[in-house]
């Protein structure tokens, strides 16, 4: 039985009747009720308002210095998410919210957590007007059905083949961001480079699409590469720097004499012994060679070393080679050249050699060389560079996040082939078919679909005032517009008017809408429904904890706890 001591709970130790043993928590700290409710709403708002300013194309950049100083200039929300240290469970679970948006939609991670906090504060009214959570609960999951059904009402479908298109949604995502100047150059990139690794339908831009930085140049040369690029350069500077009609052969092995697996030790008494000695290393590595020859491989690329007599037997055979890739590079290249990896050259066939149509070098020479080795018209064109050009390394971060949201909403558009109107006309339209809705339900039900109907505008609200406008009269002549019917219409931030934002061009894929009501109504519902925080004492970790954790809990287990050092 549970003793109350306080603000404490301490549960004894000890068996159920039937001698299984109890599995007890002792020594809480405890908060439920509305307390818990209140705090894991506060909690929340507090993430809410440290993106909320950086919503839209106006919107505030925040600065985010790390432990170690590095710092970070951005309006990404995902990234200030991401970077931000945060210990209340609740918020953390609007944070993993804000990152599921992120891997699913591409985008939308702001409008997420806006749509959160505005949800969790007209929860919060009602519950203190005498709502319970779980009528809220109840009415917040049958508005968000109802809002999906809107927004299928409202999507358009986009052709693959419509360039022009992918290309607006590509310039909306990259809007307000800091490569915006050139947002026609690699709006086209983007459309170019999802097309081209686009596979029946589907696109896997993590896998098939690589960003590279390289600082030095203008946003503008930014380059798209139907290949792959490798922050790499030949493994000897005598080999030649560019190979046209390329053969190429992956190793995962290295090229280099075959050393003993033990110690050993070898007892030479002549100079002949030792030159036949050093012939044979010789010997070893020259056949490897020879059969790269035979096979007309002019390109080898491998995972692990090359070594001296290696780097000198493949300069004089003419043959380009690149040592100690990454494992997924090597895999990348394999996808991309249409190259089966093996161990050593004895075990190449020529079905295993892939194909590009130039490999070269790239790059500065010098103490402090900038080289890349690129790979251009590879044989599998599932698989794509592109080469990001930057006065500054902040500026190349910027630009990649702003070229990854791109891509990623290009990819949902090719891929579900339904896109809407972007300007907040979607959330306005939402909340005006809620509100009709709510006025056919009968019960409290209707005071949460009426809650959600309002929160839905928040994002109208937060968009009008990063902009500078008057967020009542804004909201207000968008609400009217959309009582006379028209659904696309949108808040154009740099004027202040109301217009049609498929005309503007603003435009968005369904999918990310459809994601922010899912992923916002889940992460409210989940928060509303805890009652009670039980959290138990801080303490600070042992040097085992922190250093070898996997090996403290086995010991733990074990009951060896006292045999780790530092516990």
């Known amino acids: 039985m549970a003793r109350g001591t306080g603000d404490k709970v301490v549960v004894p130790a000890g068996h159920a009747p039937t001698g299984q043993p109890v599995f007890v928590i002792t020594d809480k700290e405890k908060t439920s009720g509305r307390d818990a409710r209140h705090m894991n709403i506060l909690a929340a708002r507090a993430v809410v308002d440290s993106v909320k300013s950086t919503l839209g194309p106006l919107g505030m950049d925040k600065m985010l210095i790390d432990p170690l100083g590095n710092i970070t200039v951005t309006n990404d929300g995902a990234v200030i998410l991401r970077e931000m240290s945060i210990e209340h469970p609740s918020a953390k679970m609007v944070i993993d919210g804000a990152k599921t948006q992120e891997d699913v939609a591409g985008d939308g991670t702001t409008s997420v957590v806006v749509l959160v906090g505005a949800l969790l504060d007209a929860a919060e009214k009602l519950m203190d007007a005498g709502v319970h959570p779980t009528v809220l609960v109840s009415g917040y999951k049958m508005a968000a059905e109802r809002a999906q059904q809107v927004l299928d009402s409202l999507a358009r479908r986009v052709e693959r083949t419509n360039d022009a298109t992918l290309r607006e949604i590509a310039k909306t995502a990259m809007m307000g961001k800091g490569p915006e100047v050139y947002a026609d150059t690699l709006a086209e990139m983007c459309v170019r480079a999802v097309k081209g690794v686009e596979d029946n339908g589907a696109v896997d831009v993590k896998e098939n699409i690589k960003l590279i930085k390289r600082v030095g140049l203008r946003s503008e040369n930014t380059e798209l590469i139907n290949g792959i690029v490798i922050d790499k350069e ?3 500077p005598s080999m030649p720097r560019r190979v046209k009609n390329a053969k190429i052969a992956l190793l995962n092995k290295g090229i280099e004499a075959k050393k003993p697996q033990t110690k050993a030790k070898m007892k030479i008494e002549s100079a002949e012994q030792l030159a036949e000695f050093m012939q044979e290393d010789v010997r070893v590595v020259e056949e490897q060679v020879k059969r790269f020859a035979e096979l007309g491989v002019n390109v080898v690329m491998t995972e692990m070393g090359i070594d001296d007599i290696g780097n000198s037997l493949l300069s004089k055979y003419g043959i380009f080679a690149v040592e100690r890739l ?60 592109i080469v990001i050009h930057a006065g500054s390394e902040n500026v190349a971060d910027e630009v990649e996040r702003a070229l990854e949201d791109a891509l990623k909403v290009v990819a949902c558009a090719v891929e579900d082939q339904t896109v809407v109107a972007g300007g907040a006309a979607p959330e306005m339209e939402m909340a005006l078919r ?134």
């Open 434 to 567: 809620l509100r009709q809705y709510a006025n056919t339900l009968k019960g409290r039900e209707q005071l949460a679909v009426q809650a959600y109907a309002e929160a839905l505008e928040a994002i109208p609200k937060a968009l009008a005032e990063n902009s500078g406008l008057d967020v009542i009269d804004t909201l207000v002549a968008l609400r009217s517009a959309h009582e006379g019917g028209r659904t696309t219409a949108g808040i154009d931030v740099f004027s202040g008017d109301i217009i049609d934002m498929w005309e503007a061009n603003v435009i968005e894929p369904l999918r990310v809408k459809r994601q922010m009501i899912s992923t916002a109504t889940e992460i409210v519902c989940m928060i509303l429904r805890l009652d009670e925080i039980l959290a138990s004492e801080r303490r600070e970790p042992s040097i085992a904890e922190k250093h070898w954790p996997k090996s403290y809990e086995m010991a733990k287990r074990r009951g060896m706890k006292g045999n780790i050092p530092g516990t």
């Open 326 to 385: 990454l494992s997924d590079d090597l895999k990348r290249i394999s996808r991309a050249v249409g190259a089966r990896i093996v161990s050593t050259a004895s075990d190449l066939k020529p079905e295993d050699l892939g194909e590009a149509g130039l490999v070269e070098e790239v790059g500065k020479a010098g103490f402090l060389a900038d080289k890349y080795i690129y790979i251009h018209d590879a044989k599998n064109t599932k698989a794509v560079t």
């Open 234 to 236: 030949r493994s000897h």
